[in-house]
């Protein structure tokens, strides 16, 4: 991936306030204050299309997919996998058969590990991480190197929150057999170079799985453009439903493994000596889905195209450029991810305050930020903390927000210091 981070005298014309009018939470209160909601990397907020069209579903076309010939069932189905071809086309990925839905980032990890990674990785072999992944891009791989006997080895970081890339070229031995790589770090910010560490991988014929739970909602993502093997994401960080997710698979290598979960529609004829899978993606499909969350994902990124990603993403970097400075004013505050190229996440310690204590003060403000290790515990001990304040942002975030949290920060200085 290139930079993204835009100049700051890019024009950015986003009309904030219009956006806002589409996300009815943003006029609730909390403590009687106006609610500002930072903690948007946990989870984004949803605009009306969306809640809408979860809405319309269970009202008018409630019905199982991919099994009935009524009429609500066809139709059902038909919205179900219409929703299949947009994220398609979202993600720029060759086909249909190439996207998998499941209940969000973990499961798609998890279903990788499971079927490719049990499939491929054998004893002796080696699976590479970084030093910044998610737990849900650690455990799932830590299961498998434990059943297996396969190694786990690190790409380290710098203080900056930067991936040393020269160290992770040095890590291929003809042992390794997978990458698995966090796009954009939840508690760091940092953007990694995923296309370039794709090539690299390749050039040793070492596929690539790219962790993208908080990229897709602020840049735009091209799998056919970053070529790597696996690409996972979830719906609610980026102003969809919660329980759907995607696992972007190249179609080869979602041929070749075996089932994930065994089921219903993910078969083709069962009998009790043998049963036979369905094509592709259903094999990797067991069960009825979240038809509700998958129709309403569809109207998710109609919501986001129709705004479109590089605006949201110049808009959100601008805003990104304006807090950081911002808090960097506040005496005693520390950025904890500095890289070059970050997305939208803030994270920071302020002296003599404990990161729960910033959160519950801010909370009392109105101000909804996450604090802890944001669930990924080696980036704290690396940086020699037990948690951080994160203050993630979203499309409809906007400056004045940042000005009432950088003034109630004065605040929690003044109580604590
Ligand atoms: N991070 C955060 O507050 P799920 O829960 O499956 O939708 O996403 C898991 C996940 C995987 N990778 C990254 C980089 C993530 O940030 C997350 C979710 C949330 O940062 C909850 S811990």
Not at 40 to 52: D, F, L, M, R, Y
Not at 185 to 210: D, F, K, Q, Y
Not at 293 to 315: E, K, L, P, S
């Amino acid at each position: 991936m290139t930079a993204v981070v835009p100049q700051v005298d890019q024009p950015v014309f986003l009309d904030v306030d219009s956006v806002r009018e589409d996300f009815p939470i943003l006029k609730e209160h909390v403590h009687g204050k106006p609610l500002i909601y930072f903690d948007n990397g946990a989870t984004s907020q949803k605009p009306i299309p969306v809640i809408e069209a979860m809405h319309r579903y269970y009202l008018q076309e409630n019905s199982n997919i991919h099994r009935g010939v009524h009429l609500l069932s066809t139709q059902a189905t038909i919205a179900y996998e219409q929703a299949r071809s947009k994220v398609k086309s979202f993600i720029n990925a060759g086909s249909e058969n190439e996207v998998v839905f499941v209940r969000g980032t973990t499961e798609a990890i998890n279903l990788v590990a499971q079927t490719y990674g049990r499939q491929n990785v054998k004893s002796g072999d080696e699976i590479i991480l970084t030093a910044m992944e998610h737990h849900s891009n650690i455990v799932p791989w830590q299961l498998l190197a434990k059943q297996n006997g396969a190694t786990i080895k690190v790409v380290p970081m710098t203080d900056q929150g930067e991936l040393i890339i020269d160290e992770y070229e040095k890590m291929f031995t003809p042992r390794t057999r997978l990458v698995a790589v966090v796009h954009v770090s939840n508690s760091l910010g940092t953007v990694n170079p995923v296309h370039h560490m794709v090539e690299i991988a390749h050039r040793h014929g070492v596929p690539v799985l790219v962790d993208g739970a908080q990229a897709v909602q602020h840049m735009p993502v091209d799998m056919r453009a970053m070529q790597c093997d696996f690409y996972a994401f979830s719906a609610h960080k980026m102003y969809g439903p919660t329980g759907v997710g995607i696992l972007y698979g190249r179609e080869e290598l979602l041929q070749d493994m075996p089932p994930y979960q065994g089921g219903g529609d993910m078969i083709r004829s069962v009998s009790f000596e043998e049963t036979t899978f369905n094509e592709l993606p259903y094999k990797f499909e067991a069960g009825t889905p979240n038809i509700s969350g998958g129709i309403a994902f569809d109207a998710t990124i109609d919501y986001v195209n129709q705004i479109g990603m590089h605006r949201i993403m110049a808009y959100e970097n601008a805003l990104m450029r304006y807090a950081t400075e911002s808090l960097l004013n506040i005496p005693g505050l520390r950025i904890i991810g500095t890289a070059k190229t970050k997305a939208s996440v803030i994270s920071f310690v302020l002296d003599g305050v404990h990161p729960h204590d910033v959160g519950t003060f801010l909370d009392l403000e109105g101000i909804a930020i996450r604090t802890g290790h944001h669930c990924t515990q080696p980036v704290m001990t690396f940086f020699g903390i037990p948690a951080t304040s994160r203050v993630s942002l979203a499309l409809y975030n906007k400056k004045e927000e940042i000005d009432v949290l950088v003034e109630a920060l004065h605040k929690v200085r003044k109580t604590f210091g």
